[in-house]
């Protein structure tokens, strides 16, 4: 039986320069922290955003299908602003491919933005997320687990710290009315997300606005948690304020300036 030469199967030094060119582009693009765009969010943030090399994980409110659509999109509008530059691409790993992928796209993460891959099992499902990870040429990676201990939440830190590519575990219910929270992590933040009744929009007979999620910052490193209400992403993946908020601050800011 004929071999293939050694010297064939290692890549050319053109090909090893423009992935080394691949990795520093997507590192630069995607910054060391990533802001939400959201002056009050942003501010409560320990270092003003997502660490780009750290674990998130995100929960819905409850078990029902609304809380988890919310907490979907809010993890494909992280990955969508993360792999806003050309060129570059998220990964979504599951075990049961059930994603609607219109509604990711409604939040920015298009197909021309994501890959998917599937494991039989959260433990591979883990193993694959950390080598995708390390490899560091992802924008970003996204899991969707029912479980994942102290010791998988720690390796996936680390290889998203070793990779600088930041890692979002979407964490799913085991048991109705258990929050999987609750589970021990050494993620740098934890949200839970719900839903809430969207506001009227100004004009009748247009029926309601942008969806209202409860955004809520159970736990972060180096700073305490919180609450927030947020309009839903739009196409960009970016959240908002509702307009009461902003209609609110803009009043704030104007009587400063006739005070000054």
Known sequence: MSM?????????????????????????????VLPFGVGPLDHLLAGGGLDGAGLHEVAG???????????????AGIAARFAAAPGVSA??????????????????LG???VLYAQGRTDKELLAMCEDALRDGSLACVIAEVKAADQ?????LQLAASEGNTPMLLYRR??????????????????????TLPSGRLASPGVGRGRGRWSV???????????????????????????????????????AARHAA
Request: aromatic fraction near 6%; include cysteine; glycine fraction near 8%.
């Open 151 to 155: 010791t998988a939440t720690r390796r």
């Open 111 to 113: 197909p021309d933005r």
């Open 173 to 194: 219910y085991r048991r109705y009315g258990q929050c999987p929270l609750g589970d021990p992590s050494l993620a740098m933040t934890r949200w839970r997300i719900g």
């Open 91 to 108: 990964l979504w790993a599951l075990t049961r491919f059930d994603l609607y992928a219109p509604g990711l796209e409604q939040a920015g």
């Open 216 to 254: 809520e910052l159970v736990r972060q490193r180096g700073g305490p948690p919180f609450s927030l209400e947020l309009e839903a992403c739009d196409d960009q993946g970016r959240l908002a304020l509702p307009a009461a908020a902003r209609d609110r601050a803009i009043a704030a800011g104007g």
């Open 4 to 32: 293939m030469p050694v010297s064939s199967l290692r890549p050319r030094a053109d090909e090893l320069a423009a992935l080394r060119e691949a990795v520093a582009r997507v590192a630069v693009s995607r910054g060391p």
């Open 61 to 75: 409110a409850s078990a029902s299908w609304s809380d988890d659509a919310a907490a979907t999109l809010f993890a």
